[in-house]
C-alpha cells in the first residue's frame, strides 16, 4: 500500500496522501525508518491498536479477521471526519477485504477506490463466487485438481482456479463467508485497482472488465522499485550480502515462506534435509532466531539462515538462481520483477491460485504442492529432486523456466515505465481523480 501511495504522489505534484495505521505499526515502520524514506506528500496517520499485535496475528487468522472488519471501523471514521475538517478527501484508497470502506465514503460522499493485493485471476474467481461449481466429494483430489473453472464461464481466464481448489476454499467457512460480504461490498465501489500488471494476468483482466461495473486500474507490479531518498545502500547493507557475493551466479536457492502463514515444523524440517540431500547452496530466511539455528543445524554449511533480509535486493543479486516460496502475491511479483524462476509451494488462500500460475501457466517454476503424500507433506526426496531440477543450468527444463522468467521480467520492468501499460493506467486513474470522474454520485 505504501508503494501505491508513493505512485501516486510521484505522479502528480498536486496529490498528498494520508495513510491510516495502528500505533504499533507506526513505530514498526519507524524504527525500519520508513516515515523517513516516504515523499514529502505522503504522512502517515494513526488509530490506536484496536486489533490483535501484528507479533502474533497467526496465531488466531480468524479473530484477527473480525476485529479488522469490527473494531477498525470507529476509530478510522474518528480519524476520517477529523481530516475533513482540514479539507475532504478527493478518494479513499481501501483495501478490499475492508468491508465498511465504500460505506465510510459513501456516508462523506467521498469516492472509493478498492484496493486489490492478490492476483487479478483470484479476483475475478471470487467475483463468480455464487457461481461456483459443485467440488465433486466422491471423485478425489486427483480429478480435482484436473478441472478448472474455467470450463464455467464465457472467457478462458480461470485455468489455474482448479476444482480441487474450491473444495479447500468451502471448508473455510469464515472466509467464505467474509468473502462473500467483500464482494458485495466491492460493487459499490467507485473503481478497482489492481497490483498485478496486464501482461502478466491479460486474460483475467480483461475478463475481469467484462464483468466489473466500474473503472478498474493495474498500476503494478507494487514492490519498492522507485529509489528512496538518502543513500539506501548504507541504510541497508548487512552481513548476508558479503556471503552472496562470494557464490557463483545462479547458484544459489532463495529460501522464504514470508512473514505471516505459519508451516508445521515436521514440513520444515523436511525441507531443510531436502536442501542438504540436495546440495544446493541455498540463503534462507526464517523469522525467529530459535528456528534459524535450528534449521542452520539441520541443513549443514551449503547455505545461510538468517531471521531478516531485504528480499528484493536479495532477488536482484545475480549469485540467486532460484527462489523457494509459499507464494504470496507481494514474493511472487518480486520474483517476477527479478526474473528469478521459482519452486512453489503455496499454503494457504490465493497461494494455491499463485501456484498454479507459476507452474501451469507462466511456467516459470515447479509446483512442489502437487508432490504431497497423503499427509499432506511433501518430502525432502521430492524436495531435493524439485531444487536440483531448477538449479540445474544445463537441464533444458529448467532452462525453459529461465528464458520464460526473462520475459516476465522485462514485461515487468517495461510494464512501469514511461509508456509502460501501468505507467499509463496510474495516469489514467490520477487523471480521473483529479478531473472529479468518480464521483460518487455519477458513479452509483
Request: net charge negative; with cysteine.
Amino acid at each position: 500500500m505504501l508503494v501505491v501511495c508513493r505512485l501516486l504522489a510521484a505522479a502528480d505534484a498536486a496529490i498528498s496522501v494520508t495513510v491510516v495505521v495502528t500505533e504499533e505499526w507506526l513505530a514498526l515502520l519507524a524504527a525500519a525508518g520508513v516515515p523517513d524514506a516516504l515523499p514529502d506528500r505522503v504522512r502517515l496517520a494513526t488509530i490506536p491498536n484496536v486489533i490483535p499485535s501484528e507479533r502474533n496475528r497467526g496465531a488466531d487468522f480468524a479473530g484477527f479477521v473480525e476485529a479488522v472488519l469490527v473494531k477498525m471501523v470507529e476509530p478510522v471514521e474518528r480519524l476520517l471526519d477529523r481530516l475533513m475538517l482540514e479539507r475532504k478527501p478527493d478518494a479513499i484508497v481501501a483495501d478490499t477485504f475492508l468491508t465498511w470502506g465504500v460505506a465510510a465514503g459513501a456516508a462523506r460522499g467521498i469516492p472509493v477506490c478498492s484496493l486489490w493485493t492478490q492476483p487479478a485471476t483470484f479476483f475475478l474467481a471470487l467475483w463468480h463466487l455464487d457461481r461456483w461449481p459443485a467440488a465433486d466429494g466422491d471423485q478425489g483430489e486427483e480429478g480435482l485438481s484436473c478441472k478448472s473453472l474455467d470450463q464455467y464461464f464465457p472467457f478462458p481466464a480461470l485455468s489455474s482456479v482448479k476444482c480441487s481448489d474450491i473444495k479447500i476454499f468451502r471448508s473455510m467457512v469464515l472466509p467464505m463467508k467474509r468473502c462473500a460480504q467483500v464482494f458485495s461490498n466491492v460493487r459499490k465501489a467507485q473503481c478497482v485497482l489492481f497490483t498485478s500488471f496486464y501482461e502478466l494476468e491479460t486474460g483475467a483482466i480483461n475478463g475481469t472488465r467484462q464483468v466489473v461495473p466500474c473503472s478498474i486500474y493495474t498500476v503494478g507490479p507494487s514492490i519498492p522499485y522507485m529509489p528512496l531518498k538518502g543513500d539506501s545502500d548504507k541504510l541497508h547493507h548487512e552481513n548476508y550480502f558479503d556471503w552472496l557475493d562470494a557464490q557463483p551466479r545462479n547458484s544459489v536457492l532463495y529460501v522464504s515462506f514470508g512473514s505471516y502463514v505459519s508451516m508445521p515444523s515436521s514440513q520444515l524440517e523436511e525441507v531443510a534435509l531436502g536442501l542438504h540431500e540436495s546440495t544446493v547452496r541455498f540463503f534462507w530466511v526464517a523469522r525467529d532466531s530459535a528456528t534459524t539455528t535450528t534449521l542452520q543445524q539441520i541443513s549443514g554449511d551449503k547455505g545461510l539462515v538468517v531471521s531478516w533480509c531485504d528480499q528484493l535486493k536479495v532477488l536482484c543479486h545475480p549469485s540467486i538462481g532460484g527462489f523457494l516460496s509459499h507464494c504470496g502475491w507481494n514474493s511472487t511479483l518480486e520474483a517476477v520483477f527479478a526474473g528469478v524462476p521459482m519452486l512453489a509451494f503455496p499454503v494457504f488462500w490465493d497461494q494455491l491460485v499463485i501456484g498454479h500460475l507459476v507452474a501451469d501457466e507462466w511456467k516459470i517454476g515447479i509446483n512442489l504442492r502437487e508432490q504431497r503424500r497423503e499427509d499432506g507433506v511433501v518430502r525432502r526426496a521430492a524436495i531435493s529432486d524439485a531444487v536440483t531440477k531448477l538449479m540445474d543450468l544445463s537441464d533444458g527444463d529448467s532452462l525453459e523456466m529461465r528464458r520464460r522468467a526473462a520475459e516476465l521480467r522485462e514485461a515487468s520492468q517495461g510494464a512501469i515505465q514511461e509508456g509502460g501499460s501501468s505507467r499509463c493506467s496510474l495516469n489514467n486513474f490520477v487523471t480521473d481523480i483529479i478531473e472529479g470522474r468518480l464521483n460518487v454520485a455519477e458513479t452509483s
